[in-house]
């Protein structure tokens, strides 16, 4: 049997509890089993996903675990983030995605693989004896260090780990998924012997210290504390999950302030989506009011049209989507994982049929995207960069967060299609699919072939005794005068309320209603208003592939950079642009087969570029944002651009690597390490200090360095420190804070005797304080040819 998690409110005692209601806006999701997709392309992915899922050794990822409980692993643990400090993270993920898998289609191999990973898990907590089970490496020794509040932090470590808090979620998830969605009464009880174990080696640590150790980025911890409370009914979980929320991030939310822009942005979403379980079981409004704050921010001022965000992995300022056009380090796949997950949420207690519309947007363009329909390789960056592209994993080389979480992404996409509140059956999206309303006695099926055709039919299979309030959802991007209803080949009059047709019925088998919502060609500008804009077709993002080489490691191999698509940047100035008068050109768009959703361009030469969804466009550089200008604009800003790319270009071929400081993948690529070290953001620019020291590992395999150029801010000051490389003094650096307020760049000689000192084609490069200071701001490093 199939569950899925039911929601309780704290009433006047947190002693007592009664399964929540939906509220007049609210409304309650079917078990996942209850949906099942019928061919479609979202059929096609989810059949691909399982196969991804199906290439994984189930022994290889268990061998973290078996490792750390003092067990001989079954074989070998995978590489890549698997053995380089995050190991045993794509475990927990293998486990939730395995038990979708097996929810959403039946399929019992899946269910044989969650009982297969549940049963070794459960040895090695047999194993360690105190309710713990993890892959971190040395994590019991660190762990009883927290544990006495020797707790050493750091935004993307803690006491001297990869992200541990992170990591240990995953596993969490793993075993509460297994018990949502595979009934698995084994992983149930091993999710509360370590709830247990880790509230025992936490719960005792003071408030500030607990706030200390949430520097560190930690995953949805506060979340699953309140599933953990809901399984077990123990109210120390729930006020648990509430002093384990970050309050530095809540805080401002709960003003409506937006320090949002220079935060990792995956390190912030699983937070709020904590923040919206411990709102929505406590009652507490001042917590909602932060959540909904937070996202209509994201949402409306910091994502683009396919529904992701952030640039390097970091939230954006919302003024400036420039790094956006020009990183080729797009929106992360992981962040719209989690955001969909927080938007579930929302709808779930309000039921606002904008919430659909942006889960709409980024399952169809981002979601869907980031899978290889054909190789199922996992797509961790998509680049907004006009005429780049995208990387995608391959099963036994990557393992990397966006494909622990893309694991999942393409088993669950019958969640949200249906809804229901009280006698009411909320049709969502418009997806091929199945349900079996199992309490009021009715199947019915949704065929569409949308969005190839704006017609959508439900039919009633069976039924009994069934008087249900039917409501479908009128989208944002189609004018709800155009929409028509048919009942039984009736047309209907169309009523809408709250963003839904409603449509009474006494319904009986063989009944049909069927849908129109027609779709039409709409522009959608940057949030910053910027010269850059979109095409979409009805919620369809439009892309044109623009050509097919230079396509540098297209499928990963399994590199720490393998992830972000290094291939030959085209020049922007190069890029096609949009000629026109009119801010919203969309009259300039053509149809070309309308049934294939092709389109072309009627500007400035365009019409040889193909405008076809963004989900279909593969193996190939795309332009998804065009630069848009004027006839008098045109020669003039690519005059100015053609400038500015110039020289970043070629600053980009003579850089042999760079690391980016206090951005945590650049760092933990480059295999950061450090003491007393600290990192921020200044003027948007990333930073790190340190009273003690902190080193990177630089590559320079064909040992061509020549110089090592280190960026600084003007106005640092009293600042004394040493630069070593391979173990060799570089320079000894003294910021005395007379280069103004601004940025500057300072080079130094590589000579050959350090060169001759590295190893493996890497550098050590190390920033020490002198005695009584501090070594940095560090603003960027690059080694140069």
């Known amino acids: 049997m199939n569950r899925v998690r039911s929601c309780f409110v704290l009433l006047l005692s947190v002693a007592l509890f009664s399964c929540q209601q939906p509220t007049d806006r609210g409304c309650e999701y079917f078990d996942l089993s209850s949906v099942k997709l019928l061919p479609s392309m979202f059929y096609d992915a989810q059949q691909m996903d399982k196969a991804y899922i199906l290439k994984l050794d189930a022994d290889r990822l268990l061998a973290p675990y078996l490792r750390e409980a003092g067990l ?126 880790f509230y025992k080696s936490t719960a005792h ?3 500030k210290q607990l706030q200390q150790i949430l520097i560190s980025e930690h995953g949805g911890m506060n979340e699953v504390f309140v599933d953990v409370f809901e399984i077990t009914k123990e109210t120390k979980f729930l006020e648990f999950a509430k002093r384990f929320s970050d309050m530095s991030l809540l805080a401002p939310l709960t003003k409506k302030e937006n320090k949002l822009p220079g935060m990792h942005a995956n390190t912030q979403i699983p937070k709020v989506i904590g923040y919206k379980r411990y709102a929505d079981v406590a009652n507490d409004t001042l917590w909602n009011g ?23 992995e970091h939230f954006h300022p919302t003024d400036d989507f420039s790094s956006m056009i020009e990183s080729e380090q797009g929106p992360e796949s992981c962040n719209t994982y989690n955001m969909l997950k927080l938007t579930r949420l929302l709808f779930q207690s309000d039921a606002d049929v904008k919430y659909i519309d942006y ?129 039984n080949q009736k047309q209907r009059n169309v009523a809408i309320q709250n963003g839904y047709v409603e449509i009474s019925n006494k319904w009986k088998n063989g009944d049909e209603v069927k849908m129109q919502f027609p779709m039409g060609i709409h522009v959608d500008n940057l949030p910053d208003q910027s010269n850059y804009a979109c095409i979409s077709y009805g919620p ?11 396509l540098q490691g297209l499928f990963s191999d399994d590199s720490r950079m393998g992830h972000v698509a290094q291939g030959k940047q085209y020049a922007l100035d190069k890029a096609p642009t949009i000629v026109s008068d009119q801010k919203d050109f969309s009259a300039l768009v053509k149809p070309l087969e309308i049934e294939k959703l092709q389109f072309v361009i009627n500007s400035n030469g365009l019409d040889s570029l193909v405008l076809q969804p963004f ?20 020669v003039a800003r690519k005059n100015e651009l053609e400038k500015i790319e110039r020289q970043r270009l070629a600053l980009k071929e003579k850089t042999i690597d760079e690391v980016a400081p206090g951005e945590q993948q650049p760092e933990s690529d480059h295999f950061f390490k450090g003491n007393k070290t600290r990192s921020g953001i200044h003027q948007n620019n990333f930073w790190r200090d340190a009273t003690g020291w902190f080193s990177y590992l630089l590559n320079d395999k064909d040992n061509k360095a020549k110089v090592l150029r280190i960026e600084y801010f003007g106005l640092d000051a009293g600042r004394e420190f040493d630069i070593e490389m391979n173990g060799v003094l570089l320079a000894t650096v003294s910021l005395k804070g007379d280069k103004g307020d601004r940025f500057y760049t300072v080079d130094y000689v590589v000579s050959d005797k350090i060169k001759a000192l590295s190893k493996n084609g890497k550098h050590v490069l190390k920033f020490i304080a002198k005695k009584n200071s501090t070594a940095g701001g560090i603003y960027h ?5």
């Open 781 to 785: 490093v690059r080694l140069l040819k």
């Open 359 to 487: 889960y709409e947007r980024a399952l169809y363009n981002h979601i869907l995207s980031s899978q290889h329909p054909h190789k199922g390789g996992f797509v961790y960056f998509t680049p907004m960069r006009p005429q780049h592209y995208r990387v995608y994993s391959t099963a036994q080389n990557c393992f990397w967060c966006c494909v622990g979480s893309g694991l999942e992404n393409h088993g669950k996409y019958g969640e949200m299609i249906y809804a229901h509140a009280q006698n009411e059956l909320l049709v969502n999206l418009f997806i091929p699919s199945r349900l079996n309303w199992k309490e009021k006695g009715v199947v019915l099926e949704q065929h569409t072939k949308f969005p190839y055709s704006d017609i959508s039919s439900i039919h009633i299979e069976s039924v009994t005794d069934a008087d249900f309030v039917l409501k479908v959802r009128v989208p944002d991007w189609t004018n709800p005068d155009s929409v028509k209803i048919w009942v």
């Open 205 to 207: 640590l003071s408030d």
């Open 615 to 634: 989900y279909s466009l593969h193996d190939a550089r795309y332009m998804i944002y065009w630069p848009v200008y004027t006839k008098e604009e045109l």
């Open 72 to 197: 001989n692993p079954l074989k070998e643990s995978y590489g890549n983030w698997e053995n380089t400090g995050l190991d045993g993270h794509v475990g927990g993920h293998y486990l939730t995605a395995c038990a979708l898998m097996y929810a959403a289609t039946g399929d019992t191999v899946m269910l044989s693989k969650v009982d297969y990973f549940v049963n070794w898990i459960k040895k090695c907590q047999d194993a360690n004896s105190n309710g713990y089970v993890g892959g971190i490496p040395g994590g019991q020794k660190m762990w009883e260090e927290i544990a006495k509040g020797d707790i050493r932090e750091g935004t993307f470590s803690l006491n001297g780990k990869w992200v541990p808090l992170y990591n240990i979620h995953k596993i969490f998830a793993g075993l509460r998924d297994a018990w949502i969605y595979a009934n698995s009464e084994t992983a149930k009880n091993v999710l509360i012997k370590l709830s247990n174990w």
């Open 290 to 312: 932060a959540v909904h704050y937070f996202w209509n921010t994201v949402v409306n001022d910091m994502s683009v049209a396919i529904g992701g965000n952030s640039v390097r």
């Open 540 to 550: 369809i993002v439009l892309a044109a592939k623009t050509d097919t080489v230079n």
